[in-house]
């Protein structure tokens, strides 16, 4: 069964610092993944996604995530953090591709210190 | 185009009381889902609709039902609220091109069960 694993559940950084969150992922099939953002008090909104091509995928607000298929991980990175990136960020991958259902792992709370 | 709405936004219930959570989405998206978010625990599939006049179970659906209304609405009901189903609860949709299963979420559910 496809599964999905955040090893870091808490993170705090201060201001200026670089950012890197863990995903690693079991999954048997066509290896699509995702990174959610939910910020204080809202829904989730996409970050970034991978299906295929470049390894090396540019999301929105400076944010990257590198897909590393001998590792089964899809790191989330950001060289510089700022205040405003305080939330909670969730990696996911397709439960089944005939039924659009994700799998999301447990969750990393960021919090940058100003 | 609101995107994915759903009320209400808040909702306290005695334990026993019934209720049903409403979503709606005005992207013309076949697929809808139903999670919850439990601190710690990441985003658990409790139903999903793959397209208009189908439901599934997802991963924890006990004590709850849904019903997709047409295809742009799908709700969840409590029949019996249980303290255990204290959460934050999040409608989604998704349009299933290709590879690509990016879902859509609206802006949440806060009930709390006493």
């Known amino acids: 069964a496809q599964s999905v694993s955040q090893h870091n559940h808490h993170v705090i950084l201060s201001e200026a610092a670089s950012l890197e969150l863990g995903c690693n992922y079991s999954?048997?099939?066509?290896?699509?993944l995702f990174w959610y953002v939910q910020y204080p008090g809202q829904h989730l909104q996409l970050l970034l996604k991978y299906f295929s091509g470049d390894p090396l995928v540019k999301g929105i607000k400076g944010f990257e995530a590198e897909f590393i298929k001998s590792k089964f991980s899809f790191n989330l990175r950001k060289p510089s953090v700022q205040w405003s990136d305080t939330a909670e960020y969730f990696c996911a991958v397709p439960g089944s591709s005939n039924t659009g259902k994700l799998i999301f792992g447990q969750g990393t709370t960021l919090q940058v210190k100003p | 185009n609101a995107g994915v709405t759903q009320t209400p936004k808040f909702q306290v219930l005695k334990t026993g009381q019934s209720m049903t959570l409403q979503c709606a989405q005005d992207?013309?998206?076949?697929?809808m889902y139903w999670y919850r978010q439990d601190p710690g625990m990441g985003l658990r599939l409790i139903y999903y609709s793959a397209s208009e006049g189908t439901t599934d179970k997802g991963e924890v659906p006990n004590g709850y039902n849904v019903s997709r209304l047409n295809k742009r609405e799908f709700s969840l009901r409590l029949e019996s609220a249980a303290p255990s189903q204290t959460s934050v609860y999040f409608c989604?949709?998704?349009?299933?091109?290709?590879?690509?299963?990016?879902?859509?979420f609206g802006p949440g559910t806060r009930l709390t069960v006493l």
């Open positions: 992207m013309n998206h076949n697929s």
């Open positions: 989604a949709s998704s349009e299933i091109v290709g590879a690509n299963n990016e879902q859509f």
């Open positions: 999954y048997g099939g066509t290896v699509n």
